[in-house]
């Protein structure tokens, strides 16, 4: 079965730190340009960040340029968000996504004090 | 930035109904536009990218069309699963964009 499955998410307090990981099954994410989406609640999708397969090309929303990093494992088979001076707004789902093809569950980040 | 805006913002419609949704690029897209499937509480799904090819597995009742600014995406005969929320999104280019989302709930 092809699936993604993120982890990683929590509470978190203003300021701090958390790393996400995506990792995939069934298919190989080497072949796939990689993306995170994220959703505040209640509200619409937001594209965060994305990278080319061989991981030369990382593109991301001003929101969060200098703050988060997006990487990749092929070996692994594996995505990564490291998030840094997390905001309040920040808080969302996060969903790894491989092309505009196959979506991960979520994990929920909540950024609070 | 490239800004996607979807109508209508909600629809009500009946089982059996054929209903479409748009979405509009505030600028030339060609065909990069890539439509999804939101439940509540579930992440979203893919049905259709490059304005109109379908996913894999996805019925075709699923259709989409259009390039450049206009697009539309139309869900034939619909059924109590197809309501949802759906959204477009633009990976012309960066940052890529999402539409508001269009809701589809049942008259």
């Known amino acids: 079965e092809v699936q993604l499955v993120e982890s990683g998410g929590g509470l978190v307090q203003p300021g701090g730190s958390l790393r996400l990981s995506c990792a995939a099954s069934g298919f190989s994410v080497s072949t796939y340009w990689m993306s995170w989406v994220r959703q505040a609640p209640g509200k619409g999708l937001e594209w965060v960040a994305n990278i080319k397969q061989d991981g030369s090309e990382k593109h991301y929303v001003d929101s969060v340029k200098g703050r988060f990093t997006i990487s990749r494992d092929n070996a692994k088979n594996s995505l990564y968000l490291q998030m840094n001076s997390l905001r309040a707004e920040d808080t969302a789902v996060y969903y790894c996504?491989?092309?505009?093809?196959?979506w991960g569950q979520g994990t929920l980040v909540t950024v609070s004090s | 930035d490239i800004q996607m805006t979807q109508s209508p913002s909600s629809l009500s419609a009946s089982v059996g109904d054929r209903v479409t949704i748009t979405c509009r690029a505030s600028q030339g897209i060609s065909n990069y536009l890539a439509w999804f499937q939101q439940k509540p509480g579930k992440a979203p799904k893919s049905l259709i990218y490059?304005?109109?090819s379908l996913q894999s597995g996805v019925p075709s009742k699923f259709s989409g069309s259009g390039s450049g600014t206009d697009f539309t995406l139309t869900i034939s005969s619909l059924q109590p699963e197809d309501f949802a929320t759906y959204y477009c999104?633009?990976?012309?280019?960066?940052?890529?964009?999402f539409g508001q989302g269009t809701k589809l709930e049942i008259k």
């Open positions: 996504r491989a092309s505009s093809m196959v």
């Open positions: 999104q633009q990976y012309n280019s960066y940052p890529q964009t």
């Open positions: 490059a304005a109109s």
